[in-house]
């Protein structure tokens, strides 16, 4: 039962990647000019990429929110909400729009290669994550081993969202070429690496129910 789990777990894997790679490619033909409509480019609000990015961001808050009642652990609960942030960043364009507002609003300079609006969507990025990840951090110290060991896990895959969505965005203007491409293709594979551990954890209950449990130790003592 466990090979057959991991065997369906390693198949969504690679056909998420397979699927991330295709339209890097097809952004990489867009950009040299071999097709002119937008919606084939990563980088476009509405496009083929983004909408599947969408998607995938769907199934994570679903799957986390599912397994909180399942596992009746705040902890993914929290998980869950910051990816609902994450969809409704990503298709409202929240941190841009507010970016703007804050660069007019206090009227931020440009500066280090970077435009004023850089500087307000980094600040309302860091304004969101504090609150979320305060959320996460006291639900981190209520939950279990296991729980905390999951949370471990998703950590690190976020920091690495994090880092293309946020950092690699605010290089644009230093690297112009090749930037939504490091930007959006990076954010497309670390997602759809979340969706397949989230997935696993849905799919194999019993796993993680087993490594929750002590394990019973046996003492003999031959004289």
């Given at each position: 039962?466990?090979?057959?789990?991991?065997?369906?777990?390693?198949k969504i894997l690679f056909l998420l990647?397979?699927?991330?790679?295709?339209?890097?490619?097809?952004?990489?033909?867009?950009?040299?000019?071999?097709?002119?409509?937008?919606?084939?480019?990563?980088?476009?609000?509405?496009?083929?990429?983004e909408m599947f990015q969408y998607i995938?961001?769907?199934?994570?808050?679903?799957?986390?929110?599912?397994?909180?009642?399942?596992?009746?652990?705040?902890?993914?609960?929290?998980?869950?909400?910051?990816?609902?942030?994450?969809?409704?960043?990503?298709?409202?364009?929240?941190?841009?729009?507010?970016?703007?507002?804050?660069?007019?609003?206090?009227?931020?300079?440009?500066?280090?290669?970077?435009?004023?609006?850089?500087?307000?969507?980094?600040?309302?990025?860091?304004?969101?994550?504090?609150?979320?990840?305060?959320?996460?951090?006291?639900?981190?110290?209520?939950?279990?081993?296991?729980?905390?060991?999951?949370?471990?896990?998703?950590?690190?895959?976020?920091?690495?969202?994090?880092?293309?969505?946020?950092?690699?965005?605010?290089?644009?203007?230093?690297?112009?070429?090749?930037?939504?491409?490091?930007?959006?293709?990076?954010?497309?594979?670390?997602?759809?690496?979340?969706?397949?551990?989230?997935?696993?954890?849905?799919?194999?209950?019993?796993?993680?129910?087993?490594?929750?449990?002590?394990?019973?130790?046996?003492?003999?003592?031959?004289?």
């Open positions: 039962m466990n090979f057959h789990i991991e065997k369906v777990g390693s990647l397979l699927a991330d790679f295709a339209f890097m490619l097809l952004h990489i033909i867009h950009t040299i000019g071999l097709v002119s409509n937008d919606i084939y480019s990563i980088d476009t609000d509405g496009g083929y990429a995938k961001e769907f199934w994570i808050v679903i799957i986390l929110f599912i397994f909180a009642i399942r596992r009746k652990h705040i902890i993914y609960f929290a998980w869950s909400s910051l990816f609902i942030y994450f969809l409704l960043d990503d298709s409202l364009r929240i941190h841009e729009s507010f970016g703007i507002y804050l660069a007019k609003y206090f009227e931020f300079q440009p500066m280090f290669q970077l435009r004023a609006q850089d500087f307000g969507e980094l600040i309302v990025s860091i304004l969101f994550g504090f609150l979320l990840f305060t959320f996460i951090g006291v639900s981190y110290l209520l939950s279990d081993n296991v729980a905390k060991r999951i949370s471990k896990h998703i950590f690190i895959l976020v920091i690495s969202l994090v880092f293309f969505g946020v950092i690699v965005d605010m290089l644009h203007p230093i690297i112009p070429r090749g930037g939504s491409l490091i930007e959006d293709g990076g954010e497309m594979l670390v997602m759809s690496i979340i969706v397949w551990y989230v997935f696993n954890l849905w799919i194999d209950p019993v796993k993680q129910e087993k490594s929750n449990k002590p394990q019973l130790e046996i003492h003999s003592n031959i004289d």
